[in-house]
């Protein structure tokens, strides 16, 4: 009999598995890196890991085995509401967690040789996710039809190559895809309409940008340094926006449109190097910080904005404009439409060309 561990029962023996036995694992596991609640007894039949009773886990952690190669199929723990399989080096393919429609909780994590996504088909009590840090994950994870979902964490997948899916996400508050080296395309977001906060930043291969556009619940954005991204993220309809940072995309082209958002007080759409349009303003009657800073604006853009944040925006706000290649202005005799900007108590930073 092989030892027990922290109150689990671990039997040998290489006959079929025990008739109420649910199969986790294709191969035998060590159960010294695997815990449950209530604690289940595990049984090792055929090369294979069962565990007896496993209709009554609720709770499933497989964390930290350096060596073990092995897959788990979790579909027969009908009753599992948590998952972590966190930091199995070994491990190269994606728990299954299909059909399990009592699960709310899992983290799939720093699995360095993990080549495949965690499979949440039918998962419809999920609420939150995380799948960061597999390195050697090609495929993303696949959240549709995940309605309870609220988080959702796909961070530093450095071989992923496409965007997770959120079609059906409708409860989806947070969202946050960073860091994905090899991702090539946006994050679909249609249809999340609860969708408040959203992270898109440092995927350095994508080249598209995300579309928020109707998600009129949405408060947040963090969509930057994004270095292959070549337009900007559509926010038409963000009537709940209030920050926008769309900053550091280095081949981004056109700015932003926020015309029409009187909840943005905030728009930092700095260093696009490459940014030779200015954000339209229009209708923002909430706006107090714009950061135009280090782009490639050219004067006459820089001074209809300006027009556009004077006719619309409150007084005392900040404009930055200087820096990068931006167009440029007498410091001596500036336009009016700066210094009727500053008359309403706003500050206006400006590449100057004749300071004092």
Do not use: K, R
């Not at 559509?234 to 958002?261: E, I, K, R, V």
């Amino acid at each position: 009999m092989l030892p027990s561990f922290l109150g689990i029962v671990a039997q040998g023996g290489g006959g079929p598995p025990p008739p109420a036995g649910v199969l986790i694992s294709g191969q035998t596991l060590d159960v010294t890196y695997l815990t449950t609640t209530p604690a289940e007894t595990f049984n090792f039949g055929g090369g294979s890991t069962y565990l007896t009773n496993g209709e009554s886990v609720t709770s499933f952690d497989y964390l930290n085995d350096p060596t073990t190669v092995f897959s788990l199929d979790l579909t027969g723990l009908t009753a599992l509401t948590t998952a972590n399989v966190v930091s199995n080096a070994a491990m190269t393919s994606a728990p299954d967690f299909s059909g399990l429609t009592a699960l709310t909780t899992a983290n799939v994590s720093s699995n360095a040789n993990m080549t495949t996504a965690p499979d949440f088909t039918g998962c419809t009590a999920l609420t939150t996710a995380s799948v960061n840090d597999n390195e050697a994950m090609t495929s993303p994870p696949d959240f549709t039809g995940c309605t309870a979902l609220t988080t959702a964490s796909v961070n530093y997948n450095d071989s992923m190559t496409s965007p997770p899916d959120f079609t059906g996400c409708t409860a989806l508050t947070t969202a946050s895809v960073n860091y994905n080296d090899s991702m090539t395309t946006a994050p679909d977001f249609t249809g999340c309409t609860a969708l408040t906060t959203a992270n898109v930043f440092s995927n350095a291969a994508m080249t598209s940008a995300p579309d928020f556009s109707g998600l009129t619940a949405m408060t947040n954005v963090y969509v930057y340094d994004n270095a292959a991204m070549t337009s900007a993220p559509d926010f038409t309809g963000c009537t709940a926006l209030t920050t926008a940072n769309a900053y550091g995309n280095a081949l981004m082209t056109t700015a932003p449109d926020f015309s029409g958002l009187t909840a943005l007080t905030t728009a930092n759409v700095s260093s696009n190097v490459n940014m030779t349009t200015a954000p339209d303003f229009t209708g923002c009657t909430a706006l107090t910080l714009a950061y135009v800073n280090g782009c490639a604006v050219s004067d006459t853009n820089l001074l209809a904005m300006c027009v556009q944040i004077y006719d619309d925006a409150p007084a005392n706000g900040t404009l930055a404009m200087e820096g990068g290649s931006n167009g440029s202005f007498d410091g001596q005799a500036l336009p009016g439409q700066i210094t009727n900007l500053q008359g309403n108590g706003w500050t206006v930073t400006f590449n100057d060309n004749n300071p004092p």
